[in-house]
């Protein structure tokens, strides 16, 4: 911040001292008014602005009003870096500028969302359009950008040339003096980029189509066009490029060229402008045969025939014309020399005198020209329309609006667009007292604060006097336009005077006194404005007024073939039989829409001021300029500010916008809006002297204090706005969290509800299948039925499923799981079956020397099974082919059995002596036809297979075997006892051999066998502790065996 510190200033007010790194050059004098040591003194005043002026430093500010003095030369404080110096910094933190202005108002635009308005007023050649520039250059330059709004930024700066060249003309006072008043909103979207824009043009001086006063010029078009158009445009436009002294509408001010002027280049600069805004060849071309047109109207000529017939003489001019404006020839022709008048219903023709035909001419020009500017606004508009309204409401933009109107002015002749130049000046001049002087002190007594007035002149006396109702200028121009009979510009003088003689402001030739009336011409009349004294000649007022142009001629015109020209005639207008309103009530009825408009907007004023007459730099008018402090009011506007306050609010708006600054106000302060606004300021550390609380507002001494508070909440938004977001996503995420949370809620009721309802379907099932299965085993015994159904398929399936889990492993293994009842039969058969199936599987697998074993075990088995004590352990022993090999057999003994007898199977034994029982060792071999007994060498006894009669065993452990042979054969010797340690298998294989297997007794006690025919002996067998054979005496064998546990 470049103001900080303060220091007691001289009236006991508080002084700004700048900081010293400001320059020398910008502390000449005081850069605000507010400084000045004696606020009531005028040459303190003039003498500050003439020392700055010299200076180059053209702007100073009283408060927040900027006062502008005009360089007249180029400064070098526009370009972009000082405009990026003034980027978003407070008014009063840096030297006073046009662009610190502009920025003011577009922060107060972004932070409170208010649409503003830049008043720049002044008197002609004072600088408005000048500034009003500089403001357009600021925003285009510094605002942020959309991605469309560059087109925009261009079209809204090239819109200046473009109005400039159809309605600004040199003039006495301003070489580019705008002869047309403009409103231009700029509007933008709520981030502050420019998305559009609106102009509003007021009364163009149309008359300086045709009459331009001695020293000025036309409206610049023309000259550019003539000096800038290429030949081919000016050839097809039927002009020549050569003086512009050839066209009589361009020399009335006998100034056609200007050194300051360059309209070569001025033509460049338009012809871009229209291509940037986005004229197409053919709008440009019509509006060009429009310019030509005017210029080729100014050179027709009239002439009287003998009859006193009008006529015109320049047929090469009417030639151009009808071609320009796409009218017939003839008929543009006749309209020109004749009026249609129409009596009793009836359309008559009359000719009009030489006069009325020149008039009617510079009518007709006036009229197209001002349709043509008319329409070249319209154009502007559609062009800089925000289009993108269908997104974007204009709800969310706001605007900014500024002025650049006509300076007032006073020439030597003043004519019936003066009068309005200058009412409209004293319109803003109203409105300036209204919200600076008037309305400021007003409310300073409203609201109680206490006040001691500063008197001022209030010019509402005049602009009563111009636009009252029934008694106003405007009110008897129009009455008199209205009136039937001979009215003229001399009648409405006399109403005038008439009406108005009394007035302090109004005076007319006839009734000044003598001083006065020697300043004055017959035709005049004076009204003393706020800014001065001004003559009106009243001639030509009626007909401007009424914007006489022949209905004839209108008729033609609107039946233009050209396309521009028909858009700015419509004939729906011409065909309205309604009187259309006035010049001057139009004028006045716009200027109060104006003002309303205005009013509307918060406004920052610049006061321009033209430091000489002469357009010259550097030169200071000490007499011009004090009359322009006067009249402008810059002293009381200056007194009323010292002694005022900078800045308002209601307490409302006030509290509103900086209840955050306070924790007792943030964020709702429920009390007294007044009592808020006190604790708020008390937290805010103001000073007394800084602010007064008045009835329903707050008044702000200095702009310091406010702008010092707008930093605080500048540096509090960003807490704000951390509170803000932190809500708002704690409230984004919390409702997430709902949105989620019922949608899990929703998504577990209803699995939850899927879930139970299986689960009561399988609990239904499971019930259902308890119930059958009760009732099944009920009825478990019964024929199958529909009721016991469930039961016996479940017990099949469990029985089924029980038995495939414990399937016998093996043939051996008898267990098999015991059947319910019902499938008794079936288990059976399955049994079987599985039984049947484990032998198959066992069978297919022996080999054929295992067969035999089995076979012989078998048989074994068969006959031994539970009859003998040690058969049991015989059956884990394996039956051998043969217990003697064949080197153990004699040889003789083979030789002898011989080749057909060949020994299967040879195991040694004992043989007992029938007689006597003596215990001899023997071979017993068994052959494919006998079984013989073998000493040695030596066959002891054969006994043929077919020959043996039985084979005995005890049925104890023993080895004992009797072989019975028939007593009558006397081939052998009587029954043959035997013992041997493999008695089972031995036996068992005799009896297979010998096919004898039933032929084996199994005897308990004793076993008795033929030692010859007729003779018997008989063999004991007992149980004992050991193994003993023996005689007994009774000549009996005893056996006894030990038993097998
Ligand atoms: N800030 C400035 N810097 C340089 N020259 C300036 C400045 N302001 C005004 N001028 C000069 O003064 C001339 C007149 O200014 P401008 O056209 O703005 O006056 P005006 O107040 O609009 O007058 P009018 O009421 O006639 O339109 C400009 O053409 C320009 O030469
Ligand atoms: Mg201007």
């Not at 502390?27 to 020392?51: C, H, K, M, T, W």
């Not at 940037?276 to 440009?284: L, M, R, S």
């Not at 009406?499 to 001083?515: D, E, I, P, Q």
């Not at 858009?567 to 065909?575: G, I, P, R």
Request: hydrophobic share 35%; glycine share 6%.
């Amino acid at each position: 911040m470049r103001y900080r510190r303060r220091e007691a200033g001289v009236d006991g007010g508080v002084r700004l001292v700048m900081e010293s790194a400001l320059s020398a050059r910008d502390r000449v004098g005081v850069q605000d008014f507010l400084l000045l040591e004696n606020p009531n003194s005028e040459a303190a005043f003039i003498e500050n602005l003439r020392r700055r002026y010299r200076e180059g430093l053209i702007y100073t500010y009283i408060g927040s009003v900027l006062v502008s003095v005009n360089p007249y030369r180029e400064l070098e404080i526009y370009s972009k870096q000082n405009m990026e110096r003034h980027r978003g910094v407070n008014f009063y933190e840096i030297s006073p500028h046009i662009f610190a202005l502009a920025d003011n108002s577009y922060r107060a635009l972004r932070t409170e969302r208010r649409d503003q308005c830049i008043l720049i007023s002044g008197e002609s050649g004072a600088g408005k359009t000048e500034s009003s520039k500089k403001i357009l250059q600021y925003y285009t330059h510094i605002c942020p950008t959309r991605n469309n709004t560059q087109t925009i930024r261009e079209r809204l700066l090239q819109s200046n040339p473009v109005l400039e060249a159809f309605g600004n003309a040199k003039t006495l006072r301003n070489d580019n003096s705008s002869r047309f008043g403009k409103y231009m909103d700029i509007q933008f979207d709520y981030k502050g980029a420019p998305i559009g824009g609106h102009i509003l043009n007021y009364l163009l001086e149309k008359s300086r189509v045709a009459h331009q006063n001695h020293g000025e010029r036309n409206f610049h078009i023309f000259y550019q066009l003539l000096e800038g158009g290429d030949d081919p445009l000016l050839k097809r436009l039927g002009l020549e490029k050569t003086n512009p002294q050839h066209y009589h509408y361009l020399v009335k001010g006998n100034c056609p060229r200007v050194s300051s002027i360059s309209d070569k280049n001025g033509w460049k600069v338009v012809s871009n402008a229209f291509t940037i805004i986005g004229f197409n060849e053919e709008e440009i071309q019509g509006l060009m045969e429009i310019v030509a047109s005017v210029l080729h109207l100014g050179n027709t000529q009239f002439g009287e025939d003998e009859e006193g017939e009008t006529h015109i003489t320049t047929e090469p001019q009417l030639r151009y014309l009808s071609q320009l404006l796409g009218v017939d020839g003839s008929v543009l022709k006749e309209a020109l020399t004749h009026k249609k008048i129409v009596a009793k219903g009836e359309e008559m023709i009359s000719p009009l005198s030489l006069e009325q035909a020149l008039s009617a001419r510079d009518s007709l020009a006036k009229a197209i020209y001002g349709g043509a500017f008319a329409w070249l606004v319209q154009k502007l508009n559609q062009s800089l329309a925000f289009k993108d309204e269908v997104h974007y409401s204009s709800k969310c933009s706001s605007v900014i609006g500024l002025l650049d109107i006509y300076g007032f002015e006073v020439f030597q002749h003043n004519s019936f667009e003066q009068f309005c130049i200058n009412y409209c000046n004293e319109k803003l001049q109203q409105l300036f007292i209204e919200l600076t002087l008037k309305g400021e002190q007003e409310e300073y007594e409203a609201q109680g604060i206490v006040w001691e007035r500063v008197e001022y002149f209030n010019n509402k006396i005049i602009c009563d006097l111009v636009e009252e109702k029934h008694k106003g200028i405007i009110a008897i121009l129009d009455e008199e336009c209205l009136r039937p009979g001979d009215a003229s510009d001399i009648t409405f003088l006399e109403k005038l005077e008439d009406t108005l003689g009394n007035h302090a402001h109004f005076v007319t030739h006839k009734m000044a006194n003598g001083k006065v009336r020697k300043a004055m011409g017959r035709e005049e009349f004076r009204l003393a404005h706020y800014a001065g004294e001004v003559n009106y000649n009243v001639n030509g007022f009626l007909d401007t007024n009424n914007d006489l142009l022949y209905r004839h001629l209108k008729e033609v015109i609107c039946q233009s073939r050209n396309h521009t020209v028909s858009q700015c005639f419509h004939s729906e207008k011409l065909m309205d039989q309604r009187r259309p309103e006035t010049a001057a009530t139009q004028f006045k009825l716009s200027l109060a829409k104006l003002m309303e408009i205005l009013m509307s907007k918060e406004p920052s004023y610049v006061r321009c001021i033209k430091p000489n007459d002469a357009k010259q730099p550097g030169r200071f008018d000490e007499v011009l300029v004090r009359h322009q402090v006067k009249y402008l009011g810059l002293m009381e506007n200056l007194r009323v500010r010292r002694a005022g306050f900078a800045y308002r609010r209601n307490y409302e708006a006030f509290l509103e916008r900086y209840k955050s600054l306070c924790p007792d106000t943030w964020p709702n302060w429920h009390g007294k809006q007044s009592e808020g606004v006190a604790i708020l300021v008390k937290h805010l550390n103001y000073k007394p002297e800084e602010y007064k609380l008045g009835r329903s507002k707050i008044f702000i001494r200095f702009p310091r204090t406010l702008f010092v508070t707008e930093d605080a909440l500048e540096a509090q938004k960003q807490t704000i706005a951390v509170t803000v977001q932190k809500s708002w996503r704690g409230y984004r995420e919390r409702a997430k969290y709902h949105r989620i949370r019922s949608a899990v809620i929703a998504i577990q009721s209803w699995w939850r509800g899927v879930k139970g309802r299986r689960k009561a379907k399988h609990r239904r099932q499971a019930a259902d299948t308890i119930r059958k299965f009760i009732k099944g085993f009920i009825l478990r015994n019964e024929p199958r039925c529909p009721d016991n159904e469930y039961f016996l398929d479940h017990v099949r399936y469990s029985f089924l499923m029980k038995v495939r889990r414990n399937l016998p492993k093996s043939v051996l293994d008898k267990s098999w799981p015991r059947p319910p009842p019902s499938l008794t039969d079936a288990s059976e058969l399955i049994h079987r079956l599985c039984i049947r199936n484990l032998v198959n599987d066992y069978c297919r697998k022996i080999h054929s020397e295992w067969k035999k074993q089995l076979e012989q075990k078998v048989v074994a088995s068969a006959i031994f099974r539970g009859q003998k004590e040690c058969y049991p352990r015989s059956v884990p022993k394996l039956f051998v082919t043969t217990r003697l090999e064949t080197e153990e057999i004699n040889l003789k003994v083979l030789q002898t059995l011989g080749n057909d007898n060949k020994v299967k199977y040879g195991v040694a034994v004992i043989k007992y002596d029938r007689h006597g029982f003596r215990a001899r060792p023997r071979q017993l071999l068994l052959t494919t036809s006998a079984a013989v007994l073998v000493q040695e060498a030596k066959v002891k006894q054969r006994i043929d297979y077919s020959t043996l009669l039985g084979i005995s065993v005890s049925s104890l452990s023993d080895g004992f075997f009797v072989l019975h042979v028939p007593t009558a054969d006397s081939k052998q010797k009587g029954d043959l006892v035997l013992q041997c340690d493999h008695v089972i298998e031995a036996v068992t294989k005799l009896a297979i051999m010998a096919d004898k297997i039933h032929n084996v007794n199994i005897s308990q006690d004793s076993i008795r066998f033929a030692i010859a025919r007729g003779k018997e002996g008989v063999i004991h067998f007992t149980c004992g502790q050991e193994l003993s054979v023996m005689k007994t005496k009774n000549g009996h064998l005893s056996v006894t065996t030990p038993q097998i546990s």
